[in-house]
């Protein structure tokens, strides 16, 4: 692909090496999944590795299950150059660059934590998109109950035992949250009461 191709996409340089096992993690279970979850979507985004391999067969072996494109390995000054140019002191790193040359919003150096952190919710990487995740993120903690922290979107029940039987979902049910809960246990250290007067509140 020419570079000429990737203007207007937002763009993820991709700093990372095969023999720092740190990047092979985030490489396969985070950065690929959601690049193609991205793609399939059809969102603007396009990711270019920037190898810290020390030989061409560790570049090739860990380039060979990326499905995004590479800086060649034989170009050290243009990787060197990019590891100056934005500061690169540890990998893994994503730098996630934005077509709109904006001050607030043309260069994010943390897009590893990131899409930990929001995954592909996360994109387009924007000032006002992190701050929305951030937002949503302060209000489910302030509201947070057993179905927050014990279910997902796409699972609401538990494993039972002997597994693989499965425990019907009651969380969606409970009325309590987390700090009425706190409440309660605090009330009955203080008053020093007993397991079974617990239950019986």
Same mark, same amino acid.
């Given at each position: 692909?020419?570079?000429?191709?990737?203007?207007?996409?937002?763009?993820? %340089?991709?700093?990372?090496?095969?023999?720092?096992? *740190?990047?092979?993690?985030?490489?396969?279970?985070?950065?690929?999944?959601?690049?193609?979850? /991205?793609?399939?979507?059809?969102? !603007?985004?396009?990711?270019?590795?920037?190898?810290?391999?020390?030989?061409?067969?560790?570049?090739?072996?860990?380039?060979?299950?990326?499905?995004?494109?590479?800086? *060649?390995?034989?170009?050290?000054?243009?990787?060197?150059?990019? !590891?100056?140019?934005?500061?690169?002191?540890?990998?893994?790193?994503?730098?996630? /660059?934005?077509?709109?040359?904006?001050?607030?919003?043309?260069?994010? #150096?943390?897009?590893?934590?990131?899409? #930990?952190?929001?995954?592909?919710?996360?994109?387009?990487?924007?000032?006002?998109?992190?701050?929305?995740?951030?937002?949503?993120?302060?209000?489910?903690?302030?509201?947070?109950?057993?179905?927050? %922290?014990?279910?997902? #979107?796409?699972?609401?029940?538990? %494993?039972? #035992?002997?597994? *693989?039987?499965?425990?019907?979902?009651?969380?969606?049910?409970?009325?309590?949250?987390?700090?009425?809960?706190?409440?309660?246990?605090? /009330?009955?250290?203080?008053?020093?009461?007993?397991?079974?007067?617990?239950?019986?509140?």
């Amino acid at each position: 692909m020419k570079v000429s191709d990737l203007e207007g996409k937002v763009l993820g %340089l991709y700093f990372s090496a095969n023999w720092y096992a *740190p990047c092979r993690s985030f490489t396969s279970q985070v950065l690929i999944g959601a690049y193609q979850d /991205l793609k399939s979507n059809g969102s !603007n985004f396009e990711i270019v590795f920037v190898s810290s391999d020390e030989d061409l067969d560790a570049f090739n072996n860990y380039r060979a299950n990326m499905p995004w494109l590479s800086i *060649p390995f034989s170009d050290l000054e243009t990787k060197k150059a990019l !590891n100056s140019k934005f500061d690169v002191e540890a990998i893994p790193c994503l730098v996630i /660059l934005h077509p709109k040359d904006n001050k607030d919003e043309a260069t994010l #150096h943390d897009g590893v934590e990131l899409l #930990h952190r929001f995954g592909v919710q996360a994109f387009p990487f924007t000032k006002e998109r992190l701050e929305e995740l951030k937002l949503e993120e302060k209000e489910k903690h302030e509201r947070q109950t057993l179905t927050n %922290l014990l279910a997902c #979107h796409n699972r609401d029940y538990l %494993l039972g #035992h002997p597994a *693989p039987r499965q425990v019907s979902s009651y969380l969606a049910s409970l009325k309590f949250n987390l700090i009425s809960l706190q409440a309660v246990l605090i /009330l009955c250290c203080c008053q020093n009461c007993s397991f079974k007067t617990f239950n019986d509140l």
